[in-house]
């Protein structure tokens, strides 16, 4: 292999990075708020699946189809955990001042998350137990 010509320095300062702003954000805080926002939703859907007894079904429920009982352990987790999400979506807009480009989008798009983090506490909790 044929050795490169020059200096590193020389090298080295051949190359000028441009730096491109793809979504400004006011501070480090409101950059860092989307990561926090989403464990807070996983802790909220974990939280939320501790409360309720999701594995123990009621003799008068036994008979009833997989899916009816699986709708109906999920029905007040998922209302719990939409609530903690619209929760955590307020904080975030109204007390931290965070922006977004669509507040619509990103609410549902938080209830979608929270609902999705929820399904996977029942799919661990009926894989393992």
Do not use: C
Request: proline share 3%; charged share 10%; aromatic share 10%.
């Amino acid at each position: 292999m044929a050795k490169l010509e020059g200096s590193a320095r020389g090298l080295a300062d051949s190359v000028e990075p441009q730096l491109e702003v793809q979504t400004p954000v006011a501070n480090n805080g409101s950059a860092f708020a989307l990561n926090m926002v989403s464990i807070a939703l996983w802790i909220g859907a974990v939280m939320a699946g501790s409360i309720f007894n999701l594995r123990l079904i009621h003799a008068e429920h036994a008979g009833e189809s997989n899916a009816a009982k699986t709708i109906g352990k999920f029905i007040v987790p998922a209302l719990v955990a939409l609530f903690q999400a619209s929760l955590t979506f307020a904080m975030r807009v109204f007390v931290l001042e965070v922006r977004a480009p669509s507040y619509t989008s990103f609410a549902l798009t938080m209830a979608m998350a929270s609902l999705a983090f929820l399904g996977m506490i029942f799919a661990l909790l009926r894989i393992f137990g």
